[in-house]
Structure formats: C-alpha cells, structure tokens
C-alpha cells in the first residue's frame, strides 16, 4: 500500500540551529509533495509543494525542501531556525490516480529552544 | 473572504450517542475530504466526496457517516459505532484544477 514515512517523530533544537526533517514514501509513479505545518493552536498551513520541474523547493518562512527521486524522498531543511518555528510538520503525498487524495506522514513535532 | 467552516470547535457526547460535525466552504470547489487527527498518527483520511451526492470511504471510514446533498457543505456523522470516537477532525476541500487543499480549524470531538 502507498505511506508516507516520517522518521523523526520529536526533534528539539536550538536557534540558529539547522534543520531538516525526513520525508519517504512509497510508490513507484508519480507523485505531488507537500510540507505542512500546524502550529500550536491554529490550522494546518501549506510551507511548499512540489508538481515538477526543479527538485529544489522553495517555500514560506525560509522552508526548502529537495525532491530525489531515486530515494523516494522530500526532505525539509532550514538553514536556521527560530523560535517561532516550534510547531508540528507534516509530510504529505497525492499519489496520482488514488482519486487526488492526500496521504499524511505521521508528523514531526518541532521545539525550538531559546 | 473565502474559507472553510466546522462548528463548533469543541464538542462533547456521552458515549453511545451519534454526533454530526460540520463543514462548510464559500470556495466553490469541487472535493471535499474529513481526516482524522490522533497524536503520533498524523491525519488519517475519513471520508471523501469529489463531487456532489457522491463520496467514497477512506483508510478509516468504520464508524462514520457522511453526506454531500449540497457542494457547500458535508457534514460527518460520528456512530456509536466507532469504537474510538474522542480526536480532532479536520475538514478539507479542493478546487478541481488545483493541489491546493484548504482546510478547516477543526473541531475537538470528546466523548465521555
């Protein structure tokens, strides 16, 4: 069955400390990848995505992420975190032909220490 | 402004009784979809409806109920049969032509 995996389930660091958060899935066709965030106490918002083209993504608040396809992977990094990025992320993937529906990862809760 | 609705945000049931969340959007599109949030489990999907008066089960569909009479709204049912029914719902739509989902503030199911 097609997953989404999410290694790191609780990841603590200190500012200016870099990040990047494991994204794997399985399946063998083409895939849309997502990074989503949730901080606490508010709704799920979209960091980047990825359709085609350049593997590298850009996204919001400084979030990129790099699709390799051969690794069936879309990790997130973050040169430098700040203490304002303490939330949950969560990985996400429409694999196509499964009706556009998205799949989770099981999330990665961030701390970001001062 | 354009977005999706759940009411309310917080709900509380004894257990054995039924209990519908709500969903709402003013964004015209077309798929809506229920997900299930659970600490270290991530959103697992519910329920799905691409178009109106049609939907499909998700990966834990068991339990629930859902219904799509009109395009703005689908509502979930939660059944006395769902054995673990207290977590957080979230609620999503998508436009046809477009990845993007929007979703819901969610509302904070307890039964006790």
């Known amino acids: 069955a097609q997953s989404v995996s999410q290694h790191n389930h609780h990841v603590i660091l200190s500012e200016a400390a870099s990040l990047e958060l494991g994204c794997n899935y399985s399946?063998?066709?083409?895939?849309?990848l997502f990074w989503y965030v949730q901080y606490p106490g508010q709704h799920l918002q979209l960091l980047l995505k990825y359709f085609s083209g350049d593997p590298l993504v850009k996204g919001i608040k400084g979030f990129e992420a790099e699709f390799i396809k051969s690794k069936f992977s879309f990790n997130l990094r973050k040169p430098s975190v700040q203490w304002s990025d303490t939330a949950e992320y969560f990985c996400a993937v429409i694999f196509t032909g499964g009706g556009n529906k998205l799949t989770f990862g099981t999330g990665t809760q961030l701390k970001v220490e001062l | 402004d354009g977005g999706i609705t759940q009411s309310p945000k917080y709900l509380f049931r004894k257990e054995g009784q039924n209990v519908t969340l709500s969903c709402e959007q003013n964004?015209?599109?077309?798929?809506m979809y229920w997900y299930r949030q659970d600490p270290g489990q991530g959103l697992r999907l519910i329920y799905y409806s691409q178009i109106v008066n049609d939907f499909q089960k998700g990966d834990i569909a068991e339990g629930y109920s859902v219904s799509r009479e009109k395009k703005e709204s689908f509502p979930l049912t939660v059944t006395s049969a769902q054995k673990n029914p207290t977590a957080f719902y979230l609620c999503a739509s998508k436009d046809k032509g477009n990845y993007g989902y929007t979703f819901g503030s969610g509302t904070r199911l307890t039964v006790v």
């Open positions: 964004l015209n599109h077309d798929a």
């Open positions: 399946y063998g066709g083409t895939v849309n």
